[in-house]
Structures are given as C-alpha cells and as structure tokens.
C-alpha cells in the first residue's frame, strides 16, 4: 500500500512533507477503517516510524529508483535516507507539540494544536504532513461529536488550510460515522457512483473507464477561457465533452461564468469566452467510456503473450545475457515494458522490438513518445549516476 501511495503523491508533492503527509494520512485512516475507532498520538508515532522505510521501498521499484530517486537526490542535495531521518524526527516533534495541546480536552485544543505545529504561518500553512497531522488531531477532538461539527471547525479556521483539513478530517471521522451528512452534497450521485466503481475494481470486478481524447490529436487549450467552444447545438469543454447549461450566467469583463453538468454527472463552474466563435472538434472531446478488465496486474497478462525470461548473469559475457528479442512476446504495458529495458542493460535489440511493437498495438504516436521518453530519462540518469 505504502509504495502506491508513493507513486500517486510524489507526482505533485516532491517534498518530504508531501509525500509524507500522504502516507501519514493513508496510514491513519487504514487503521481507522480496521479498527472502527479514531486514532491517538501513540498510533501517530508508530505510523511516522515508516517514514525510516521509505529509501527500501524505494529502492525496490525499479522505476521510481531509477527516474525519481536518483533525480530527487541530485536537486535535493540530500540522501533519501538523511531526509526521511530528519523528516521523522521533524513529524516526532510535531506529534509531541500536539499531544501537549490536546491536554485541554476541549474543542479549543484544535486551535492551539494548530499554533504549535504552525499551520497558522504563512511559512507552515498547506503544508503536508502538518496538515495530515492537525487532521487527525481534529478528527481525535470531535471524535464523539458529529462529523459536521468538526467541518466546521476546520472551515473557521481561516489562517489554515481549512478545505485540505476539512477532507482528510471527514475521511477519518466519515469513515466510521456509519450515516450519511446531514446536509445536501452536491454531485452525491456522481459521488456515490464513483466510490462504488472503485470499490469494485479493487475487487477485481471489469468496470467502465473514462476514455481519454487521442493524445496524438490533442490540442491544449491556451488558457481556461478557451477551454470552451460550440459543439453541434451547445457548448462543450475539450477534454471533457458536451456541456449541460444549468442557471444564469455571470459576466465578469470579457467573459461568462455558468454552472454546467457534464456527461458523466459531475457539476462545474466553468468560465467561457463572452463573445465566442471556436468550434469543439470532435477530436478533442473523449470517447464513449468502455467497459474493461479494470484489474490490471503484470501477472495478468493475455494469453497469446508469455513473460520475458528476466537477464541472468553470466561472466564470460561482461556479466549479462539478454533474451533472444526474435522469440520473445513482451507485456504490452509501459511499466513493463520499460522495466524490460531498463533490466536488459538497453539492448539495442530489445528496445528496438518492443518500440515497433507498440507502435503496432497502439497507433498513436503519443504513446510511442511516451516510452522513448521515460526510457531516454532512464538511460540518461544511470549515465549520471556512473559519473
């Protein structure tokens, strides 16, 4: 679990406070789910003592060893190992600041708990692992109160970061809550809908999936205004589809606001051109979504395709052989596909067959980039590293 959690956060949060955080506030609400109560500090240090095993996880993913770590250590200026230590030893303190806090027993300890760990700085505020942490303590504090109390605690606290908070505080509490908000939710449906759909592909169950525009005919568009144009009748929004206009239309200089619903039930307020004239090609819109084995792991693999016999050592051939690329059928997946590359040292063989067979099963040129890519990143940060 904790090495997913790493590879979803550390794609918008580099810093240890962030990645952190996530697997700080990932760990909690697991325990919460299992155990059917809200946490104290003694659960908080022993979750912060896997922080120490991160580097080893790290180390263990192929990819994230090769592109992110060796990357994240160069810019850093720091060891994995060195930073998870002081980070460790930065969330202890913090757990100290807050069990001391919490001594009130009174719902005011949520403002104090929050100006010992400062996530009333500016310095401090929105901060990862901080903010996971004064969630928990939110969550402790009301934890025989309704839910809805603490959301609102967290929402009148306007030097925090009071959405961020209010979120990981109503997972928590939410969790175990055992009944549904008192007040209206908007988009509940759509909600719903997709917490059942990803219940279910944990499941193992075939679910439909969002199916993205083409990438090698997309279009960005330049700014958010000119992310809305005519389609057929209406309006649509590319990347996303058609758009249902729902209530009035706000001006504000050259440009409108509205409330729209999208195709798959999600409600926006989405800002548009005044004065508008672009078309929506088709092109740049998604697909009908398509019902797909939505359990996917490398050991899942179609039954006209075999694994790739890993490299083996051998000394009299400077310590790797590769498998013979005219017999063998590769995984067609990024991950192991780059995996396949990154353990056969590149052979030239290798990369070869596996970039003319995605561009057979795929078509699109996106997608052959895509692999060049992470491969050329791959190849270039173990040069450096040699160095």
Request: charge should be negative; charged fraction near 25%.
């Amino acid at each position: 679990m904790l090495l997913n959690i790493l590879r979803d956060a550390i794609v918008t949060h580099g810093h240890p406070h962030g990645f952190c955080g996530a697997a700080f506030h990932a760990l909690t609400l697991r325990e919460v789910i299992q155990e059917g109560v809200i946490p104290g500090p003694e659960s908080w240090r022993r979750h912060i003592e896997r922080f120490l095993d991160i580097p080893s996880l790290i180390k263990k993913d192929n990819q994230l060893d090769t592109f992110w770590r060796t990357t994240w250590e160069a810019e850093s200026g720091s060891s994995l190992d060195q930073a998870m230590s002081k980070m460790y030893q930065e969330a202890s303190h913090d757990i100290s600041a807050i069990s001391e806090a919490l001594r009130e027993e009174s719902v005011s300890s949520y403002h104090s708990s929050l100006i010992s760990i400062g996530c009333l700085t500016e310095r401090f505020r929105g901060s990862g692992f901080k903010t996971a942490l004064a969630a928990c303590a939110l969550s402790y504090i009301y934890r025989e109160r309704p839910v809805e109390e603490a959301l609102i605690a967290s929402a009148n606290e306007l030097e925090s970061d009071t959405d961020t908070i209010a979120t990981m505080a109503g997972a928590l509490l939410g969790s175990i809550a055992g009944r549904p908000p008192k007040w209206n939710i908007q988009d509940s449906q759509y909600i719903t809908y997709e917490a059942e759909r990803l219940a279910d592909i944990a499941l193992g169950k075939q679910q439909e999936s969002f199916s993205y525009p083409d990438m090698g005919r997309w279009n960005p568009p330049t700014n958010q205004g000119a992310a809305i144009g005519k389609y057929e009748t209406g309006l649509a929004i590319i990347g996303l589809g058609a758009l249902d206009a729902y209530g009035d239309e706000f001006k504000a200089g050259d440009s409108i606001w509205q409330w729209f619903n999208l195709p798959f039930g999600q409600t926006i307020l989405a800002k548009r051109k005044a004065n508008l004239i672009d078309e929506v090609a088709a092109s740049q819109l998604p697909k009908k979504s398509v019902a797909r084995d939505s359990h996917v792991v490398r050991e899942n693999i179609k039954p006209e395709v075999i694994v790739p016999r890993q490299p083996t050592l051998d000394l009299t051939t400077e310590g790797f052989t590769h498998p013979n690329p005219e017999t063998t059928a590769f995984i067609d997946t990024l991950d192991s596909e780059t995996d396949l590359i990154i353990t056969s040292n590149f052979d030239n063989a290798i990369l070869g067959k596996i970039i003319n067979r995605r561009i057979d099963s795929t078509s699109s040129i996106e997608s052959v980039l895509a692999l060049v890519a992470i491969v050329a990143k791959a190849k270039i940060a173990r040069n450096k590293r040699k160095k």
